[in-house]
C-alpha cells in the first residue's frame, strides 16, 4: 500500500499486519504527530505522563539518541486509510530472562473501544513471543483505566498484583495494577487456535 507525503508517494514500511491494523516503524517524519500525541491531556492522564518534551527532544528520540536495542517502539495505523491511531512499544527487553515490558495509547477516543487496541496488542504479543522469544511481557495500568484493564483481560493478562499509590496525578494518588502473560499462555490462546 502507498502513502501520500508532502513531495511524494512512498511506500509505507510495515513490521506487522493485522486485518483491520498495522504496525509500523516511527520515522522522523512522524516527530510532529508524536509530540502532539505527549500533550494530548486524555492520553497523558490514561497513561501517567508527566513529564514534557520539546520537538527537538522527540527527533533526537525518534532518530535514535534516546532509544535502545532493548526497546521497540512501533506506530499503530489503520489498514483502511494508513492514518496513525496511536502507539505500542516492547520496552526493557531482558535477553537473559526472556521478559519485557509492554505499553500501548490509542490517541482519541473515537478510536477506542473498536478492537484496534486488542488487535495491536496482539501482533506485538506475537512479535515478542515469537521473534523476540521471550518468555514473559508485563504491564502496569492504571486503576481508573477500566477500558484498558477490560482490554488486557481479554487478550489474556493475568493479574499479579497492585502497587499501592504508585501515580500521583492531578492531585491525587492512584494504584498501579501489575499484569502479565507467558509465552505459553500466548501459544495456547493464539497459536494452537490458529492451527486447529
Same mark, same amino acid.
Given at each position: 500500500m502507498l502513502?501520500?507525503?508532502?513531495? &511524494?508517494?512512498?511506500? *509505507?514500511?510495515?513490521?506487522?499486519?493485522?486485518?483491520? *491494523? /498495522?504496525?509500523r516503524p516511527i520515522n522522523v517524519e512522524d516527530t510532529e504527530l508524536y509530540y502532539n500525541t505527549l500533550f494530548h491531556q486524555e492520553v497523558r492522564r490514561l497513561t501517567g505522563t508527566q513529564r514534557s518534551f520539546t520537538k527537538e527532544q522527540i527527533a533526537r528520540y525518534i532518530e535514535g539518541e534516546g532509544q535502545d536495542s532493548s526497546s521497540l517502539l512501533l506506530l499503530i495505523a489503520l489498514q483502511e486509510d494508513d492514518r496513525v491511531i496511536g502507539d505500542i512499544a516492547l520496552q526493557d527487553m531482558d535477553s537473559l530472562n526472556r521478559s519485557a515490558n509492554i505499553r500501548i495509547a490509542i490517541n482519541e477516543q473515537g478510536n477506542q473501544g473498536k478492537g484496534y487496541g486488542t488487535e495491536a496488542l496482539v501482533l506485538m504479543l506475537g512479535y515478542g513471543f515469537g521473534v523476540c522469544n521471550l518468555h514473559r511481557i508485563e504491564l502496569n495500568v492504571f486503576d481508573f483505566n477500566e477500558r484498558a484493564i477490560r482490554c488486557y483481560e481479554k487478550v489474556g493478562f493475568k493479574r499479579e498484583g497492585v502497587q499501592r499509590d504508585a501515580l500521583?496525578?492531578? +492531585?491525587?494518588? +492512584?494504584? &498501579?495494577?501489575?499484569?502479565?502473560?507467558?509465552? +505459553?499462555? /500466548?501459544?495456547?490462546? /493464539? *497459536?494452537?487456535?490458529?492451527?486447529s
Amino acid at each position: 500500500m502507498l502513502t501520500q507525503n508532502s513531495s &511524494s508517494v512512498t511506500p *509505507v514500511a510495515r513490521l506487522l499486519e493485522g486485518s483491520r *491494523v /498495522y504496525l509500523r516503524p516511527i520515522n522522523v517524519e512522524d516527530t510532529e504527530l508524536y509530540y502532539n500525541t505527549l500533550f494530548h491531556q486524555e492520553v497523558r492522564r490514561l497513561t501517567g505522563t508527566q513529564r514534557s518534551f520539546t520537538k527537538e527532544q522527540i527527533a533526537r528520540y525518534i532518530e535514535g539518541e534516546g532509544q535502545d536495542s532493548s526497546s521497540l517502539l512501533l506506530l499503530i495505523a489503520l489498514q483502511e486509510d494508513d492514518r496513525v491511531i496511536g502507539d505500542i512499544a516492547l520496552q526493557d527487553m531482558d535477553s537473559l530472562n526472556r521478559s519485557a515490558n509492554i505499553r500501548i495509547a490509542i490517541n482519541e477516543q473515537g478510536n477506542q473501544g473498536k478492537g484496534y487496541g486488542t488487535e495491536a496488542l496482539v501482533l506485538m504479543l506475537g512479535y515478542g513471543f515469537g521473534v523476540c522469544n521471550l518468555h514473559r511481557i508485563e504491564l502496569n495500568v492504571f486503576d481508573f483505566n477500566e477500558r484498558a484493564i477490560r482490554c488486557y483481560e481479554k487478550v489474556g493478562f493475568k493479574r499479579e498484583g497492585v502497587q499501592r499509590d504508585a501515580l500521583y496525578y492531578n +492531585h491525587q494518588y +492512584h494504584d &498501579s495494577i501489575l499484569m502479565s502473560m507467558l509465552q +505459553h499462555e /500466548y501459544r495456547d490462546r /493464539y *497459536v494452537k487456535q490458529a492451527e486447529s
